[in-house]
């Protein structure tokens, strides 16, 4: 198996997911009913919230993606494919490991998971070809770093996590590629 990123591919991504932008839409709004569940119900509550929340990430956007017009799928033949399904495997191992975290000690939770999506982030720059996505996965990294350092309540890290992803969300579909009318 041989991966190399064209810009063709790049392309194909960039119109087939609106630049990711409703993808970081709903991932931010899950961190944002987090940190909901975390002020309203506590902890616990909040780390299950994200997890499921996360786990409904991808169809939400599909749906989403769709309804904006897109089609939310790549041809077979796009390598980047393959580099958004090796990045999810991981994403789904480092879920696991920031859980267990939790079971530790509850406020590792949202900073090791804010790392986590940071890092994801940065594989989107390639798959992709947007620079933003570094800014925001780096944005998302020293914000984990921030929470971690300051022992913020779980309620700010999970907010802060949602902010910055709402923003950026906003931003990317500012500068979005359209189709040509």
């Known amino acids: 198996?041989?991966?190399?990123?064209?810009?063709?591919?790049?392309?194909?991504?960039?119109?087939?997911?609106?630049?990711?932008?409703?993808?970081?839409?709903?991932?931010?709004?899950?961190?944002?009913?987090?940190?909901l569940a975390c002020h309203l119900l506590g902890t616990n509550q909040a780390v299950w919230t994200l997890l499921i929340g996360g786990a409904l990430i991808h169809p939400i956007t599909?749906?989403?993606?769709?309804?904006i017009g897109r089609p939310a799928k790549t041809s077979k033949a796009n390598a980047l494919n393959q580099l958004?399904?090796?990045s999810t495997i991981w994403l789904i191992l480092c879920c696991a490991?920031?859980?267990g975290l939790f079971?530790?000690?509850?406020?590792?939770?949202?900073p090791a998971m804010m790392a986590t999506i940071g890092s994801r982030y940065?594989?989107?720059?390639?798959?992709?070809?947007?620079?933003?996505?570094?800014?925001?996965g780096v944005s998302l990294i020293v914000a984990a770093n921030l929470s971690f350092f300051s022992a913020a309540p779980p309620v700010i890290a999970a907010g802060l996590?949602?902010?910055?992803?709402?923003?950026?969300?906003?931003?990317?579909?500012?500068?979005?590629s359209r189709p040509a009318v």
């Open 97 to 99: 490991m920031a859980y």
């Open 161 to 176: 996590g949602g902010l910055i992803e709402v923003l950026f969300a906003f931003f990317v579909f500012s500068k979005a």
């Open 122 to 136: 940065l594989i989107f720059a390639s798959m992709y070809g947007r620079s933003i996505f570094w800014l925001l």
């Open 62 to 67: 599909i749906i989403v993606t769709k309804a």
């Open 1 to 35: 198996m041989r991966l190399s990123i064209s810009e063709e591919h790049q392309d194909e991504m960039r119109h087939a997911y609106y630049d990711g932008a409703p993808g970081i839409l709903v991932s931010g709004l899950v961190w944002i009913a987090a940190a």
């Open 84 to 86: 958004g399904m090796a």
């Open 103 to 110: 079971l530790l000690k509850p406020a590792l939770f949202f």
